[in-house]
């Protein structure tokens, strides 16, 4: 079993992972975060997203042990205690979620999205959440909460 | 979004008080539920459609180290578990003989009749020793005959799937008045007949299906962790019907839930088998589908064949109509399954249009594929493809304007109240408003405009348009209990179930309003058999029709009793007091009290009148509904389709809804949009594919096609809010499910209308660029 080291959501973490377990297990199963979600087996709903090393990763496409070393950011990590992420009171003011189960996936993309492309097209989000699968919300207010989010986070 | 507070907090856009949990990773779904000492289960799934199950050698599995218990069908017989019954609302034949059920067991007993049912089940130590084991468990099939598509079912040389229901033929169904419909045929100037395919779809909630059950030994009595929609009959028909169990032995909880759209309603035979796997090992058990499962056991929806006939005059004017349903039920008979294609599809037949006649017949039939049962509305999206696109069919064929034949033959507000000949009550509403509130969003002067300029690009731009008759409410009772606490905090407790929808939020919004108080003390609990002892769970867009409706009866309730305790308090009697923003007071006297103090004396034996106990404000009351509501709405949509490639995009969406009295108006809006976005997907994209043998061919998501967030564009909604329904206290009219009802034949007909001058009349859903470009190519040649 490999020995790896993680810092996850700023806090240092040693652990023996099987070779076999993907990131989103560990994170969910070891790590007892459960945030992070799973809705498929072919990495296509992205309700696993989370923040590797500054790169958005679908945590269901990579081994434990391929993120030795790494910082990780989960959506457990984007509050600042009470205080909502600028993109998650995005969400909430747009009512960019129904059941909750995409929604850290979707909340971890659309960070990196604003990140990136701090004032993003509708369009551009739309393109941008190709790997996100929603099935409740019509992607309309997640679409919002993007664009209302990217606007906050850039101040 | 508009957050001014209103009356009562009645239609305003209150932000979802459960989303804090849901954004920052603090959701509790099944799959979160983590017990001491829990072991996992994994399902052993047919891979063949139609076998015998010759038999089943589980040693290897069990050498394996970790692997706790195997058990199959012979065990599940030996131990004398009941099958799991269905619930249909039209439980027979024509002629008055009871549909054909054949015994649904949770586990296959020696023969299997679609790919994935479970044949055995592997319970180990983790996870994933439990799935490696699954395929250590060697089970030899005898394969037979697959009987797979609705016509291949019914054909006189078709395999009989099951003994009891020759020709496969599950239940037979007729509505309406077939004398009056013939004799209208017979008198009209046309009659146009088009056979249309509604195709199969899955929800595909997000959160797959999965549960957790831990047996007590002691007690002899089980806790059950379900993602489910329902947990109340559930918890009644596993009980009894299947463990054979008192249901008080049954604790059943559904903790956050991660989307249904129908698909978790039913009872499903995995959660049933993980309570015998604990019992079976001493130790609590999960058992989580992946998708690919998820896609061979979830129920199915949609999937019918319908021969629709439309009777009109030379002038437009509709006469009859007439549908002839083949509808699909899979292996057996789900929970609600037979209902579906039958009386399901049969209420809404002919929309919002006037007809003096009226005749559906359906046959529901049992093929070797997946179980059938409610899909977001649940045969009024059936009816509404029906009805709207044989408007257009038929006024391609006679030349004349779809819209127009729309707009002449909506039923008139002066008809209002009237019975439909399908029997709906319909109490309120105004459909020419509602359809010339719609064209009017729609921008049809600049349309030619558009027109051009699509086609400058190369593509092909048509417009489509529906107008929708729903029937919404569910099952008609629901129950809400408010309880007081010593913190200052009330919890209420609704037996109604949001999966999504919000009800933490709506109903507390309700009951605060009310009464008064801040939501921020409203503690809401839902889908827990001991927290809510009775409920009817979710299904029907019912949830604030009678749930919403049984906390406003609650809350009134607690208004009537803090009477009485004012009237105490003040010296007087409770016919003096009055009650209006959180305060209680005596008209013409300063007597006035807050709610929060009323709250306070109501647990102070000292501060009550004679008869009223401490804790008389915590109340139970039950809402029971009368008949079902009837939502109505038009939407309308553009589309570009690519003729070289018969790509298709969908570039403007339109929709007016009467829901009646809008509670929370961004929670509506979030219904309606992802209604809509369900229904593009299965007119553009989405289908359950089986091959001739019953493989599923569409097994994951990258076969599955499902809309993201560029195949859907910005919609535009309004709520038409003129004509709310006395038929419950909100005069409220569901909204969970019309979007879906509403938006395939918009799609479809706008395509029909881009590809017009190809001479191309109807395309099957979904909409592939195959199927699109190969109608245009065999229109024109």
């Known amino acids: 079993m490999p020995a790896i080291k993680v810092r996850v959501n700023g806090r240092e973490t040693a652990a023996d992972v099987d070779e076999r377990t993907l990131l989103a297990t560990f994170i969910r199963e070891q790590l007892e975060m459960t945030g992070t979600h799973v809705g498929c087996d072919t990495s296509q709903c992205g309700s696993c997203v989370v923040e590797v090393d500054g790169k958005t990763v679908k945590s269901c496409t990579m081994f434990a042990w391929q993120a030795d070393g790494a910082d990780i950011t989960t959506i457990e990590g984007l509050a600042d205690g009470d205080t909502l992420h600028p993109m998650q009171q995005a969400f909430r003011d747009h009512h960019g979620l129904q059941c909750g189960f995409c929604t850290p996936g979707m909340v971890m993309t659309a960070v990196a999205i604003a990140k990136q492309n701090p004032d993003p097209s509708v369009e551009e989000i739309r393109a941008a959440l190709e790997g996100n699968i929603c099935r409740c919300t019509g992607y309309q207010f997640i679409v919002e909460a993007v664009q209302a989010g990217a606007k906050a986070m850039r101040g | 979004m508009d957050t001014t507070p209103h009356k009562n907090r009645i239609g305003e856009a209150v932000r979802r008080v459960e989303d804090i949990r849901f954004l920052t990773g603090k959701g509790r779904y099944v799959d979160d539920v983590k017990l001491p000492n829990m072991v996992y289960a994994a399902m052993v799934r047919s891979p063949h459609a139609h076998a015998d199950v010759k038999s089943i050698d589980a040693s290897a599995a069990l050498e394996i180290d970790g692997v706790l218990a195997v058990f199959t069908g012979a065990d599940w017989k030996a131990a004398g578990y009941g099958p799991i019954p269905t619930k249909s609302a039209v439980k027979t034949f024509k002629d008055g003989s009871p549909l054909k059920e054949p015994p649904h067991h949770a586990m296959a007993i020696d023969r299997v009749r679609h790919a994935g049912e479970v044949v055995a089940v592997v319970v180990a130590e983790t996870r994933e020793i439990a799935r490696e084991a699954t395929e250590a468990v060697e089970v030899d099939y005898a394969p037979l005959p697959a009987v797979i598509g609705i016509k291949a079912a ?6 009989q799937i099951w003994d009891i229901a020759p020709g496969n033929l599950c239940l037979d169904f007729e509505l309406g008045n077939e004398e009056a419909q013939k004799k209208a045929f017979a008198a009209a100037d046309h009659v146009v007949t088009l056979e249309m395919v509604n195709n199969r ?26 993602a489910s929609q329902n947990i109340h009959a559930n918890r009644d028909t596993i009980a009894e019907a299947c463990l054979k169990i008192e249901k008080s032995k049954l604790h059943h909880i559904a903790p956050d839930v991660g989307g249904g759209f129908g698909a978790k309603n039913g009872v499903y035979p995995e959660p049933i088998l993980v309570c015998h796997a604990s019992k079976l090992v001493g130790r609590p058990v999960k058992w989580i589908n992946d998708r690919g499962e998820s896609f061979l056991s979830d129920t199915h929806g949609r999937d019918q064949i319908s021969t629709v006939s439309l009777a009109l005059d030379k002038d437009g004017t509709f006469r009859a109509l007439r549908t002839e349903t083949l509808g699909e039920l899979g292996a057996y008979c789900a929970t609600v399954g037979p209902f579906t294609p039958t009386g399901g599809s049969a209420r809404t037949q002919g929309g919002p249009y006037k007809f003096d006649a009226i005749f559906y017949t359906a046959k529901a039939v049992f093929t070797n594929t997946a179980l059938l049962d409610p899909y977001r509305g649940a045969g009024r999206p059936e009816a509404s493809y029906q009805m709207d696109r044989i408007i257009d069919y038929a006024a391609a064929n006679l030349g004349m304007d779809p819209q127009e034949l729309r707009r002449k033959n909506l039923v008139p507000r002066d008809m209002l109240p009237m019975k439909t000949p399908m029997g709906l009550d319909v109490d309120s509403g105004d459909f020419p408003e509602v359809y010339k509130r719609l064209i009017a969003m729609t921008d049809r002067g600049g349309y030619e405009k558009r027109v051009k300029e699509s086609a400058a690009k190369g593509l092909k731009r048509g417009f489509g348009v529906s107008a929708y008759l729903e029937c919404t409410g569910g099952g008609p009772k629901e129950h809400a209990v408010v309880e007081f606490k010593d913190n200052g905090k009330v919890t209420l407790a609704v037996g109604s179930h949001s999966t999504g929808m919000g009800h933490e939020t709506s109903f507390a919004q309700v009951l605060a309003g009310h009464l008064g108080i801040g939501m921020e003390d409203v503690e809401f609990r839902q889908a827990d058999t001991d927290a809510t002892p009775i409920g009817g769970g979710h299904g029907g867009s019912r949830g604030m029709e009678v749930g919403g409706s049984a906390v406003l009866q609650t809350a009134r309730a607690v208004v009537a009793k803090g009477k009485e305790i004012a009237a105490h308090l003040f010296e007087t009697s409770a016919d003096k007091i009055e009650f209006e923003d959180g305060s209680f007071f005596e008209p013409g006297t300063n007597h006035t009290i807050t709610i929060r103090d009323v709250i306070d004396a109501s647990n102070d034996p000292d501060k009550l009148p004679d008869g009223l106990q401490p804790g008389c404000l915590n109340i139970g009351t039950t809402f029971e509904r009368g008949i079902i509501s009837i939502p109505n709405g038009a939407h309308a949509g553009e589309v570009e389709v690519d003729p070289e490639t018969g790509v298709v995009k969908l570039v403007s969406y339109w929709v007016v809804d009467d829901f009646g009295t809008i509670v929370n108006p961004l929670l509506a809006d979030g219904q309606v949009m992802g209604g809509v976005a369900q229904g593009v997907g299965q007119a553009l994209m989405e289908e359950i594919v089986y091959d001739e043998n019953g493989q599923l061919l ?54 029909c209308d881009a590809l017009k001058e190809y001479g191309v009349k109807h395309i099957d859903m979904p909409l592939t660029p195959e199927k699109v470009w190969r109608a245009i190519r065999a229109a024109g040649a």
């Open chain 2, 154 to 159: 019914l054909a006189p040389d078709a395999p």
């Open chain 2, 201 to 226: 779809v899955t929800a595909v909630p997000i959160e797959p299906r999965g549960a957790v059950a831990s047996y007590d030994k002691a007690s002899d009595s089980y806790t059950l962790w379900n």
């Open chain 2, 698 to 751: 569409t097994g994951s998501l990258m076969d599955y096609a499902m809309p993201r967030a560029d195949d859907i564009p910005t919609m535009h909604l309004a709520f038409y809010e003129g004509a709310p329904t006395a038929k419950n206290l909100l005069g409220v009219k569901g909204a969970g499910e019309a979007g879906c009802v509403g938006a395939p034949p918009v799609v479809v007909n706008a395509v």
